[in-house]
Nanobody
Framework: QVQLAESGGGLVQAGGSLRLSCAAS????????MGWHRQAPGKQRELVEF???????NYVDSEKGRFTISRDNARNTVYLQMNSLKPEDTAVYSC?????????WGQGTQVTVSS
């Protein structure tokens, strides 16, 4: 059974940085796109970033320059480096991975940015 486990969330002051990690475990053949969504209180879930299997990152304009996505295929892990964090970045961040033609989700990790 495939599972995704996130880590790295927490409380940070505005202007600070956090690095989120998401590791896939289980038995599978191929992992394609991996990425992150976030959902702030009272708002719809939105895409943050995703990265293809060959390491090409795709950024949402508002995060471009502040967030960097990367992956380590040997470790089945995707990372989200978040710099210059703003209070409006506060949300639950959830990773996903397209594995063997099925999308899997992590449980989510809270990121809170104080002003």
């Amino acid at each position: 059974q495939v599972q995704l486990a996130e880590s790295g969330g927490g409380l940070v002051q505005a202007g600070g940085s956090l690095r989120l990690s998401c590791a896939a475990s289980g038995v599978f053949f191929r992992m394609n796109v991996m990425g992150w969504h976030r959902q702030a209180p009272g708002k719809q879930r939105e895409l943050v970033e995703f990265i293809t299997s060959d390491g090409v990152g795709n950024y949402v304009d508002s995060e471009k320059g502040r967030f960097t996505i990367s992956r380590d295929n040997a470790r089945n892990t995707v990372y989200l480096q978040m710099n210059s964090l703003k209070p409006e970045d506060t949300a639950v961040y959830s990773c996903y991975a397209d594995i063997d033609s099925k999308r899997y989700w992590g449980q989510g990790t809270q990121v809170t940015v104080s002003s």
